[in-house]
């Protein structure tokens, strides 16, 4: 009998009623590393006057409501499974809130919780933890309406704060005055003991108006990755720019200004004064920005436990390993291949160094259907760009580098690829060397194929390294072979030769 088809797993999508924007976001499933499918905001501005009238503005909420409307056809033609809709501070701070949620619900023909402000915190932080591994610091998440901040220790949550200071209701309860702002934000987060617990930690950023900022910082920095998640300023430095770019922007005097969308080019100095404050209060290490939040910690609140604890970047990399490897378990052998490899050669490894060269192995055989001449090129592209969370933007270019060299090879004239290498350390940029060594001696023994590298042994002999085929595999033994591995063994100031059991 012919087996059924797997049925696949159902889409899901979050509507995001934000006081600056409202957004649809559609991912394939609820997953521990989501994908997503369909991403798309609509800057309606239902907060910009929420703090001196009470109200939803008439234009807002008409231009939210169409935008929803858009929202619910477009899950239709989609097919989604399942549609869960939220609601933030506007919402809940606007006395016509509830009449605004109750026309909504019809268009979006599902309920919308409004999620109060410590509810709001925490979600953040759980989307902070979903996409940054082992995260340790204060989370504040800025919005149009309010920021929420909370402080996160690996799986350890404390309680959320909220504050009446999103971009738009600073904007309108300072008058668009941004001295009267600055005496707002200084009164509202002296009242905050938890941020007297960020000394020494990150602060992590997330919000729309903040990941602006970082864009302009990117581009002024000629920062040589364009991947907003996991960002990271040294506080020092994120201070001294959130100081120049409240000036830059009060004057009209910012060049990069168009990276940003026009609307929210008014709030760029309010988001400024108030990360400028909290660096100065929490005095942390540094501030990263983290694209993962409410949306992404209500999905991640929904998974079982076991998903929850699981690695998200692993969970991302053996999904792409399933989809574009030739054999997802030759992946799998080759992990256990470079273990052996480590142990024998006894390198140095730390567990997070460990942990990316396990992804490295998942993703070494991602880019075989490109063409030849391109495919080290449009690897590391897809490495670095991927969206996956979980890991830092050394860690991508570790990894990118180790696969660019598995395709590429280790000629002088690839010792120069795209400026991600400026973000790797020396020592680890000769071990992503190394491992595209390793990665090139495997694929070339095995052509990719499971249950080869379980046949090969390595073995230690003083200064000698040794790889050992097993009899039933002995007619692979060639000398291009062989050459690739002398010339990995060099890589790691050994001589090593291949034998025949």
Request: net charge positive; glycine share 8%.
């Amino acid at each position: 009998m012919t087996a059924r088809p797997r049925k696949r797993a159902p889409s899901v999508a979050v509507i995001d009623i934000g006081s600056n924007s409202v957004r649809l976001v559609v991912y394939e499933k609820l997953a521990r590393s989501l994908v997503t499918v369909f991403n798309e905001k609509a800057l309606c501005g239902l907060g910009r006057e929420v703090q001196s009238t009470g109200l939803l503005a008439p234009d807002a909420v008409a231009k939210a409501l169409t935008s929803l409307q858009r929202f619910r056809a477009l899950c239709k033609v989609m097919k989604v499974g399942k549609v869960f809709a939220v609601a933030t501070a506007a919402c809940r701070d606007a006395s016509n809130g509830p009449e605004f949620i109750a026309r909504a619900e019809k268009i979006c023909g599902a309920p919308i919780t409004i999620l109060s402000g410590k509810r709001e915190a925490h979600l953040s932080a759980l989307g902070v933890m979903s996409g940054i591994h082992q995260p340790d610091g204060i989370v504040g998440d800025l919005g149009g309406g309010s920021l929420e901040l909370i402080d996160l220790r690996g799986r350890r949550l404390s309680s959320g704060v909220t504050l009446p200071l999103g971009s738009l209701a600073l904007q309108d309860a300072a008058q668009k005055s941004l001295k009267r702002a600055q005496r707002i934000v200084r009164g509202e987060l002296a009242r905050v003991p938890l941020l007297g617990a960020g000394k020494g930690r990150n602060f992590y950023a997330v919000g729309g108006t903040w990941r602006a900022l970082a864009r302009i910082h990117m581009i002024q920095s000629g920062y040589p990755l364009k991947v907003m998640h996991g960002y990271s300023i040294p506080a020092a430095e994120a201070l001294a720019f959130a100081r120049r770019l409240r000036r830059l922007v009060a004057a009209n005097a910012l060049a990069d200004i168009e990276a940003v969308a026009d609307a929210r080019q008014p709030l760029l100095a309010y988001a400024a004064l108030v990360l400028e404050h909290i660096i100065r209060i929490a005095k942390p290490d540094a501030i990263v920005f983290s694209t993962y939040g409410v949306r992404e910690g209500l999905l991640y609140e929904m998974l079982p436990a076991r998903e929850r604890l699981s690695d998200g970047l692993v969970s991302a990399a053996q999904t792409l390993n399933l989809l574009l490897s030739r054999s997802a378990r030759h992946a799998e052998e080759l992990i256990a291949w470079t273990d052996h490899f480590v142990r024998v050669a006894k390198l140095p490894e730390t567990r997070e160094e460990r942990r990316l060269r396990h992804v490295a192995c998942l993703l070494s055989d991602i880019g075989w259907r490109v063409h030849p001449d391109y495919r080290g090129e449009q690897t590391l592209n897809l490495v670095c760009h991927g969206n996956f969370g979980e890991i830092t933007h050394e860690g991508r270019a570790f990894v990118a580098l180790s696969v660019f060299y598995r395709y590429a090879g280790l000629r002088e004239e690839n010792e120069s690829p795209p400026a991600v290498r400026e973000l790797v350390s020396p020592a680890w940029l000769e071990r992503a060397r190394v491992l595209g060594a390793a990665f090139r001696t495997a694929h070339l023994i095995s052509a990719a194929r499971p249950g080869v590298l379980p046949a090969t042994h390595f073995r230690g002999d003083g200064r000698k390294l040794l790889l050992i085929f097993e009899h039933r595999m002995v007619d692979l033994v060639a000398d291009r072979a062989g050459s690739r591995f002398k010339q990995l063994a060099r890589l790691v100031g050994r001589s090593g030769s291949i034998m025949r059991k």
